[in-house]
């Protein structure tokens, strides 16, 4: 499945009013975004700690 059209599948999915299924994906994110803040925040302090 194309992105942009998973994307509006779950968009329709979520009109639908699968609360839960939304709440997921949602936290999916969050998840994601912690783990990426995560290395970014690491790889900075590597960088900090060789300078």
Same mark, same amino acid.
Do not use: Q
């Given at each position: 499945?194309?992105? #942009? @059209? =998973?994307?509006?599948?779950?968009?329709?999915?979520? +009109?639908?009013? *699968? /609360?839960?299924? %939304? #709440? @997921? =994906?949602?936290?999916?994110?969050?998840?994601?975004? +912690?783990?990426? *803040? /995560?290395?970014? %925040?690491?790889? =900075?302090?590597?960088?900090?700690?060789?300078?």
């Amino acid at each position: 499945i194309p992105f #942009i @059209l =998973k994307d509006n599948l779950l968009y329709y999915i979520n +009109l639908k009013g *699968n /609360k839960g299924f %939304y #709440i @997921l =994906k949602t936290c999916v994110k969050l998840i994601f975004k +912690l783990i990426y *803040n /995560k290395k970014y %925040y690491f790889s =900075k302090n590597k960088i900090i700690n060789n300078l």
